[in-house]
């Protein structure tokens, strides 16, 4: 038999924010994969325009050749754009492979080492009663964990007093026998985030998230030194030899690589492995769509140092659609206490309602995040 080859790749935006790819085979294979990078839709899809040009008539089995073409196979490399582009081109093609084989993903990364996916949800954390209410629902559905915004816009010296909300915050959240975790967002600078730090301590979250923007490895480990609170961080690093200072520094507990960010399920098995010789987590980072999610379960399932899985159902972020919108099979990531359970479908599991994608994309637009200003003017951290 011949081999196949690819004969077509495509990238649909739709609704909230998404952008998926559609990769299809001489052989009539489809596989799906999502490269969305938030408020940068448009840089994406003309890196996706230069790898389909690469890629066409290409044999779909050779991923591992096909990433480092992308990747090494021009002067400059790296960096969210082309990383994003790369994702959604490799998370397509293992679907393409397991669909082929009859087998999920995981099966070809080695075989799951677990049998069910530990899962959070987002709540939030700008308002404190809606952070209550939205850790009761959250928990009514099944989650034991939860993750919260630590602080509104935040100057880089501020009021000792701005920390205050989110202290109590998550003390309301624990109160009701649920793990939360605090995201930072980046939007904190190290003289607040020393402080919130260690507000934060006597209720012990389960991390916080960006205590520091990804660009300071060094004060990030500082900040270790200052806290118990686990680090997470990995969310704007975009392959392993991003991460590499932050673990030479002791910057890092828990890795959160973005699958639609990294370089797909091929760059975030590796981090995964990466990150286990430094005794470090893997939580992977997913407030996307769900064929990103999708693939991070392929992941989790093979990965010994897993932890928690991020999951979008519901997020502030979904206006215009959510995460069950566009399959088919939403019972897949059906979460019951606090966990989802291995999804057996071929390749990635999840069956996309194609002809609602293609409707969605032709009125989608680019998202665009909120600019934040001071009182004085001056930009803040969003």
């Known amino acids: 038999m011949m081999a196949d080859t690819i004969i077509s790749i495509e990238a649909f935006r739709v609704a909230p924010r998404w952008l998926f790819v559609r990769i299809e085979t001489a052989q009539g294979i489809v596989g799906w994969g999502e490269a969305t990078l938030e408020g940068h839709t448009e840089a994406v899809e003309g890196a ?14 050779q991923i591992e050749d096909a990433w480092i073409e ?23 093609l293992w679907d393409i492979k397991g669909k082929r084989l009859g087998v999920p993903v995981y099966e070809l990364l080695g075989g799951a080492v677990r049998d069910k996916i530990a899962v959070y949800g987002w709540i939030g954390g700008d308002k404190a009663q809606d952070v209550l209410e939205g850790a009761k629902q959250r928990k009514a559905q099944g989650f034991r964990a939860v993750k919260m ?48 730090a260690k507000a934060l301590e006597p209720h012990r979250p389960l991390f916080i998230e960006e205590p520091l923007l990804p660009t300071q490895p060094q004060e990030i480990a500082q900040l270790a030194k200052l806290t118990s609170c686990p680090i997470a961080l990995g ?23 973005d699958v639609a960010h990294c370089g797909g399920i ?5 981090i995964a492995s990466l990150v286990e010789t430094y005794d470090v987590a893997l939580a992977p980072h997913c407030p996307m769509g769900p064929i990103a999610l999708a693939a991070c379960l392929q992941v989790d399932a093979v990965t010994p140092n897993f932890a928690i899985q991020e999951m979008s ?43 609602l994608v293609r409707k969605a994309a032709l009125t989608a ?12 003017g001056s930009v803040r951290e969003w």
């Open 313 to 355: 159902w519901q997020i502030h972020y979904n206006q215009g659609a959510d995460l069950m919108t566009y399959i088919t099979n939403p019972e897949v990531f059906g979460v019951k206490d606090g966990h989802v359970r291995l999804p057996n479908g071929p390749g990635l599991g999840v069956n996309i309602n194609e002809e």
């Open 365 to 376: 637009k680019a998202w665009r995040n909120p600019l934040w200003r001071d009182e004085d």
């Open 149 to 196: 915004n630590g602080t509104e816009m935040i100057g880089w010296l501020d009021s000792p007093s701005a920390l205050d909300s989110a202290v109590s915050n998550i003390a309301a959240v624990r109160s009701l026998g649920i793990d939360v975790a605090v995201d930072f967002h980046g939007r904190v600078h190290k003289a607040m985030a020393k402080q919130l």
């Open 235 to 257: 969310e704007r690093l975009y392959t392993r030899h991003d991460f590499r200072p932050y673990l030479e520094a002791g910057a890092v507990d828990i890795a959160q690589p």
């Open 48 to 61: 996706l325009q230069d790898l389909s040009e690469r890629l066409l008539g290409r044999n779909p089995n």
């Open 70 to 92: 992308g990747y090494r196979g021009r002067f400059y490399r790296g960096g969210p754009v082309l990383m994003s582009a790369i994702s959604g081109v490799d998370i397509a």
């Open 266 to 270: 091929t760059e975030l098995r590796k």
